[in-house]
Each structure stands twice: as structure tokens, then as C-alpha cells.
Nanobody, 119 residues
Framework: VQLVESGGGLVQAGGSLRLSCAAS????????MGWYRQAPGKQRELVAA???????RYADSVKGRFTIPRDNARNTVHLQMESLKPEDTAAYYC??????????????WGQGTQVTVSS
């Protein structure tokens, strides 16, 4: 299963960005789709995830500012980021977990997209 991300870039503090992640391949079912981020010198951390198509989970640092809408029919997930802060600067990675048509489990990552928030 391949994940293709788009939508990163440079934005001023207080601004907005929308990331998108499209999954392709022989997908039978998607268990979880989510976004992680990794800033220089820091560990990769969960930003937001959507589980079984409806249950959402957010890092405390982004609650109230980020949302994770998903298009189930297109195996696409977005990360809508509002009120961005300089500390949101990081490489953002899409992750998807589920089962292929062969019943093999997959756990795929996108290539990452950079988000830079200037103060």
C-alpha cells in the first residue's frame, strides 16, 4: 500500500494549512489512518489519528486547532491545521494500518511533508 502526501509548506504563525494523504493499492480494509510529526532532534510523535473510520485521537498540543477529516470512499485522510504555532514546525508523516485483499496486514508510511511556521 502506497501513501502519497501533499500540502506542506511555509506559513506564518496563526495561519492555516491542510495536508492530504491518499492511499492506493489493493486495500481490503483500513483500520487506522493518522498523522505523525518529527521535529529536528525530537522523536516522532502522534499528531492525530482516526480509528475504524470514526474514532479520533489528538495530541494534547493540537486539540482544538487540528482536525483529521477522512474520505473513507477514497482512502484519503487530511490534516486541517488552524492557528499554527512555530512549535508545529516539523516533518509530517501519514500512516495507514489495515489489511490488503490478500488478508495480509499492512502498516505503511508516507514520504513526509515539511511544515514550517514562522513567528
Amino acid at each position: 500500500v502506497q501513501l502519497v502526501e501533499s500540502g506542506g509548506g511555509l506559513v506564518q504563525a496563526g495561519g492555516s494549512l491542510r495536508l492530504s494523504c491518499a492511499a492506493s493499492g489493493s486495500i481490503l480494509s483500513m483500520t487506522t489512518m493518522g498523522w505523525y510529526r518529527q521535529a529536528p532532534g525530537k522523536q516522532r510523535e502522534l499528531v492525530a489519528a482516526i480509528i475504524s473510520g470514526s474514532v479520533t485521537r489528538y495530541a494534547d498540543s493540537v486539540k482544538g486547532r487540528f482536525t483529521i477529516p477522512r474520505d473513507n470512499a477514497r482512502n484519503t485522510v487530511h490534516l486541517q491545521m488552524e492557528s499554527l504555532k512555530p512549535e508545529d514546525t516539523a516533518a509530517y508523516y501519514c500512516n495507514a494500518v489495515g489489511f490488503e485483499a490478500t488478508l495480509a496486514r499492512f502498516d505503511s508510511w508516507g514520504q513526509g511533508t515539511q511544515v514550517t511556521v514562522s513567528s
